[in-house]
Each structure stands twice: as structure tokens, then as C-alpha cells.
């Protein structure tokens, strides 16, 4: 989801739109409309500019170990200098998934999917270690998933 520097003001319709596509990401606009008393058309258009200022991403979220990826991991990374162009980078790499800047002991997360260990492996130490500013790395394999959610609703 794109960096925004100011949060878009929501209005109570808009919210009830992302309620309802949280809770089902297929539902339709016309049923989308009919619980928010709006036409299939009009939620149509606030979807469309719920996506194009990046308040929300409509995507199928998958089960990266049912597609053929062995290895999921989080990696810590702390740097030297400015944060933010390390992000970027981490950003720029097809593996990582998620990247958030952190208050801390560690800068950056970097959520990272990969196709084996060796995989996994290349990634941190040839790519991820590599990128300028990056001062170590701890990475954090995952064993077990047990909760992911998207339907936290709207404030």
C-alpha cells in the first residue's frame, strides 16, 4: 500500500463499504449497496477511490506454503542512516512482502517469502545485507501460523 503523508477523511458510508468487503472481499456492489443504501454504481465509484488513495487494497490473500513456497520469515533490521532509503530498497525486492519502519531495537521488519531455505538464505545474506545502511539482521522463521485477520473494522 502506497505511503500517504495525510490520512483521507471517511465518511460513515465509506467505512460500512470497507466493513463490508473485509468481511467479504467477493461481495458484490449491488449487495454492498443494499446495506449501505447506495446504488451498485455509487459504491462502485467509492470503491474505485478507496483504491486509487490507497486507503484500501482489494486482493486474494493467499497461503504462500499451499503455493509452492517453503519459507516464510520475518527479518529485523537495524541500520546505520537514514531509514526511510532502506525501506525502499527492501521494498523493491519480489520476496518481501511487507516492510514497516519500527521504533526499537530493530528499524525496519521485512516480512520475506521464499522458495526453500537455501532460498531464504540468498535473499538475507546476497540481497537484504547487501543493500546500503543495513547494520545486521535477525531474522525469524515462521513455524506456525495461528491467527490472520483483515476484518478489524474502521475507527
Known amino acids: 500500500m502506497p505511503a500517504r503523508t495525510s490520512r483521507p477523511q471517511l465518511d460513515d458510508v465509506s467505512k460500512a463499504i470497507i466493513e463490508q468487503l473485509q468481511q467479504d472481499g467477493r461481495r458484490s456492489y449491488a449487495a454492498i449497496g443494499k446495506v449501505v443504501g447506495l446504488s451498485e454504481a455509487a459504491v462502485r465509484q467509492r470503491v474505485q477511490r478507496l483504491v486509487d488513495t490507497g486507503v484500501?487494497?482489494?486482493?486474494?490473500?493467499?497461503?504462500?506454503?499451499?503455493?509452492?513456497?517453503?519459507?516464510?520469515?520475518?527479518?529485523?533490521i537495524r541500520v546505520s542512516g537514514q531509514i526511510a532509503p532502506v525501506a525502499d530498497a527492501l521494498?523493491?525486492?519480489?520476496?518481501?512482502?511487507?516492510?514497516v519502519m519500527t521504533a526499537g531495537s530493530l528499524d525496519i521488519l521485512a516480512e520475506v517469502v521464499a522458495?526453500?531455505?537455501?532460498?531464504?538464505?540468498?535473499?538475507?545474506?546476497?540481497?537484504?545485507?547487501?543493500?546500503?545502511?543495513?547494520?545486521?539482521?535477525?531474522?525469524?522463521?515462521?513455524?506456525?501460523?495461528?491467527?490472520?485477520?483483515?476484518?478489524?473494522?474502521v475507527r
Open 56 to 76: 484500501m487494497q482489494i486482493v486474494a490473500v493467499t497461503d504462500p506454503l499451499e503455493l509452492g513456497f517453503a519459507r516464510e520469515a520475518m527479518v529485523g
Open 91 to 99: 521494498a523493491e525486492l519480489d520476496e518481501v512482502t511487507y516492510v
Open 115 to 153: 522458495e526453500s531455505d537455501e532460498d531464504l538464505l540468498e535473499i538475507v545474506s546476497e540481497r537484504i545485507r547487501r543493500i546500503p545502511g543495513v547494520a545486521s539482521t535477525e531474522t525469524f522463521v515462521y513455524l506456525s501460523l495461528r491467527k490472520q485477520i483483515y476484518s478489524w473494522g
